[in-house]
Structures are given as structure tokens and as C-alpha cells.
């Protein structure tokens, strides 16, 4: 499960214990070789209503175990996916295009979710001025939301005008690896509620930034309410020069060039498994 256990945690009520519990689920449910297609707004603004933040979401995978979604095709959707209540879900070779709307792909109360080989080119208005932007991507690109963990975020590409989604309520254990796009803050997402927006161990391996001018990126703003994370582990951030401040990361290491190994999650599965499955490397 990821996380340790203390079986005498009565937080709730006097008495009670950790127990195991049947958990009704599908298994074995697979998604593929389809493209799904909306009709997002041509000026797409962030929460500017419902049909800029969910008019079109095509796609939901709920309450499946050892299920998948590849080889499927976003256009001008609002939400592509969400992958909520499940665990052991695979999805991978994805491409989001047309018109950018709200956010990709996220595992979202949900275990052991890997996302992986997705590439958004969507397009449309910059955040900040609205200037038409070529590869801008979804607001929110691929991520994590709500208490999951053990997430992997594994050589995706987003766009321009976007940054990896932790949408607050808990999630953790969370590697981003070998991914590259924009490193815009604030795209996170998260009630001021719910905040921090990433809890423990979070993991940002080699990850290439597209975002010119990137001084002094916090991980906690004590001003403002909305961007909270718990101090990340990052390892080989590159591509456009960012500077963080490390009083508030676990370790800031080779900061400018990348490092080996290229992929921190092949090289564990290559460790565990000794070798590294041909289905991944045939996606690189």
C-alpha cells in the first residue's frame, strides 16, 4: 500500500483499528486505438465557467484493478481522463490535440497508476494574456489529484503553457520522470482547503524545462494560500535554467544537467525484474 500503517490510529473514533475491507471493482478493462473528440472553447480561460472547466470529458476510469487505456487520441476535450478509486492502471501512447481546455490525465484517489509516453500539443490562449500559443497544452497536464499514491509520470511531453497537475487532498509518493514541457507555477490546482497541494515524496527525475526565465521557484508560499508542497526530492533538472530554493526540497541535486540513469523508474524495474519489459522500450 505504499505507506506504513499504525493498526492503533483512532483519529476518528475511540477504538478504531485498521482492518481490511472487500473493495467491489472491475478488473481486466481496457480502452484503446479510439480518439475521442470535443469542441472546447476557442478562448479557453481557466474556471471561467462550467464549459471552460468541464463541458467535454469523454472518458472516466472508476473502481477498475489491472486495467488500461492506450493508444488513444484528445481532441479539444475539457478533461481527457480521470483515474479515480483504482489501482494498477497502465496509460500510455496518448496524444491530446485540437484546442487546449482544462487538464489531461490524472490518477485521483487511486494506487499504483502508471501514465506514461502521452504527448500534448493542444493549442489556444497563453494564461496570462491570452495571446494564441501553438503547443500551449492543457491547463493542468498530466498529474496526480485527491489521496493517491505510488504514481508514475513517466516520458511525457506537455505543453508551452502548462506544468505537471497535484491538485491538493493528499496525494503523495509521486515520480515525474524523464518528462519535459513548461514548469509554470500555479497550474497545480487544489482547493485552499485542501492544500498542501503534495504531500511526502514527491520525486522530479531529469525532468527538461521549456520555461525561459525561471528564478527562485519556491515549493511553500508562505503569502499565499494556494501553492503548498511538502519538500520535494529533485535530480537533474535541465533544459531552460531554474533556480530553486532549496531551504524547502529534501535534496536539489545536478541541477542544470541531467543524470544516470536517464530513467529512474526503468532503472528500478530493471533492478526488481532484471530487465526492463519490451512493451516500455518500445514507447521511447
Same mark, same amino acid.
Given at each position: 500500500i505504499h505507506h506504513e500503517v499504525d493498526i492503533s490510529y483512532t483519529a476518528f473514533t475511540s477504538g478504531y483499528n485498521w482492518i481490511i475491507m472487500d473493495y467491489p471493482h472491475y478488473e481486466n478493462v481496457g480502452v484503446e486505438d479510439l480518439t475521442f473528440k470535443g469542441n472546447a472553447k476557442d478562448d479557453f480561460k481557466h474556471h471561467g465557467n462550467w464549459q471552460d472547466d468541464g463541458a467535454y470529458k469523454p472518458l472516466g476510469l472508476t473502481r477498475v484493478v489491472n486495467s488500461w487505456l492506450r493508444r488513444v487520441r484528445f481532441t479539444s476535450v475539457s478533461e481527457a481522463c480521470s483515474v479515480t478509486n483504482s489501482s494498477n492502471v497502465s496509460v500510455y501512447d496518448i496524444i491530446f490535440d485540437g484546442k487546449r481546455g482544462h487538464s489531461s490525465i490524472r490518477s485521483q484517489f487511486s494506487t499504483k497508476v502508471f501514465i506514461g509516453?502521452? &504527448?500534448?500539443?493542444?493549442?489556444?490562449?497563453?494564461?496570462? #494574456?491570452?495571446?494564441?500559443?501553438?503547443?500551449?497544452?492543457?491547463? @493542468? +497536464?498530466?498529474?496526480?489529484? &485527491?489521496?493517491?499514491?505510488?504514481?508514475?509520470?513517466?516520458? #511525457?511531453?506537455?505543453?508551452?503553457?502548462?506544468?505537471?497537475?497535484? @491538485? +491538493?487532498?493528499?496525494?503523495?509518493?509521486?515520480?515525474?520522470?524523464?518528462?519535459?514541457?513548461?514548469?509554470?507555477?500555479?497550474?497545480q490546482g487544489g482547493d485552499a482547503l485542501q492544500v498542501p497541494n503534495h504531500l511526502a515524496d514527491l520525486t522530479i527525475w531529469n525532468f527538461c524545462s521549456i520555461t525561459p526565465g525561471n528564478r527562485d521557484f519556491y515549493w511553500w508560499d508562505h503569502s499565499w494560500k494556494y501553492w503548498k508542497f511538502l519538500p520535494p526530492v529533485v535530480v537533474g533538472f535541465h533544459g531552460e535554467p531554474t533556480t530553486f530554493d532549496e531551504s524547502q526540497m529534501k535534496v536539489n541535486f545536478s541541477n542544470g544537467t541531467p543524470v544516470t540513469p536517464e530513467s529512474l523508474y526503468e532503472a528500478q524495474l530493471n533492478k526488481r525484474l532484471g530487465y526492463v519489459p519490451g512493451w516500455l522500450l518500445s514507447l521511447k
Open positions: 509516453a502521452t &504527448k500534448d500539443i493542444s493549442s489556444g490562449p497563453a494564461v496570462s #494574456n491570452g495571446a494564441y500559443i501553438e503547443g500551449a497544452g492543457q491547463y @493542468h +497536464a498530466v498529474g496526480v489529484s &485527491k489521496p493517491s499514491i505510488g504514481t508514475v509520470l513517466w516520458r #511525457n511531453t506537455w505543453g508551452s503553457d502548462s506544468c505537471f497537475e497535484s @491538485h +491538493a487532498t493528499q496525494p503523495r509518493a509521486t515520480l515525474i520522470d524523464c518528462c519535459k514541457g513548461g514548469w509554470m507555477r500555479l497550474r
